[in-house]
């Protein structure tokens, strides 16, 4: 049993760098919570925060009710897994697993015990005589998690555990800490600048920005409802494509222009604005490589809402091909289209784009603010 409670908490380090700012959120008991965002924006300061390697400047933390802010490290019952596995070289596996324990005068027989059912989790059984240097990055990472798994924490932390290991590891590693996790039965909190990462191992996603939380939501929401551009560009590959437009908005509907292109607006979306003034005005559509199509001949989808454009370059990767087109009459224009594994436009070629304004997104110009609401 393990829920984690941050209320207003602030690092301010020595020399005045703010990493982390009003943090507030509510780690539920067995949660998985992964903080996501880019290097620097304080992912690492605020699990660190909660581990108690580092002072809370301002703000309160909980764990289970009980205020821990001047607990130390060890008496917090948290066990946590760094990017660079943090082994003993010297030591073999199964010393470095029990290493913990030993230091706590737990019986021999306990011991070993519970290293052998933590090595079996994790198919490490055979190699604990091996040294550290005897084994892959993956399994140093194994070992790494099974000597956290031995102290039976109530909340495991993680900071970019998957960082150090090439692709094909990174994604195995990602399901075996998914099962780990459905196992244990414990709270986790997971630290990654990878949103693939974040996106398929979250059941709630803690997006971040220089130290600031930007939204705190399901990976659906995250991907079909971002609360502003940041989050809408951090999620998702490739990026979402954002148009600057100016909006007319009149009796026969909501139109958006872009170059010389007039785009309408679905009425459900319309219907969706939140902001007051949307005549005349500048916003920022957000779509999504998905949502835009290359129109052939004789296709009769998006009629009025298409843009023309000319494709730039475009990139086969085997299942699909990514398409890149810049738009005449507007400066560093970019729209990226998936087409199919066959498409065969090349760059130089005039075309269409139909746009499915249904699954748009529209941005305050300024705030940068999403105006849709859900
Ligand atoms: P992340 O893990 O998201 O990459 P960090 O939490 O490591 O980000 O860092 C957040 C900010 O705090 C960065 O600007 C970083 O340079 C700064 N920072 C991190 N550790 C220290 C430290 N010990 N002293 C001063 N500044 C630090
Ligand atoms: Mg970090």
Redesign the pocket.
Known sequence: MASISLKNICKT???G?Q??KDFNLEIHDKEFVVFV??????????LRMIAGLEEISSGDLFIDDRRVNNVEPKDRDIAMVFQNYALYPYMTVFENMSFGLRLRKVPKKEIEQKVKQAAKILGIEDYLKRKPKNLSGGQRQRVALGRAIVREPKVFLL?EPLSNLDAKMRTQMRTEIIKLHKELQTTFVY?T?DQTEAMTMGTRIVV?KD?VIQQVDTPDNLYDYPVNKFVAGFIGTPQMNFLDVILEDGPDGLYAKYGRNKIKIAPETRKRCTAEELNQRQYVIGVRSEDVYLIGENDDRFPDSRINATVKITEKLGNETLVYCSVEGVENSEIVVRGGARCNVTGGDDVKIGVDTLHIQIFDYDTELNILKR
């Open positions: 380090y020595a020399g760098v990493a982390v965002g880019p290097s620097g924006c304080g992912k690492s300061t605020t900071d630290v600048h971040m130290g």
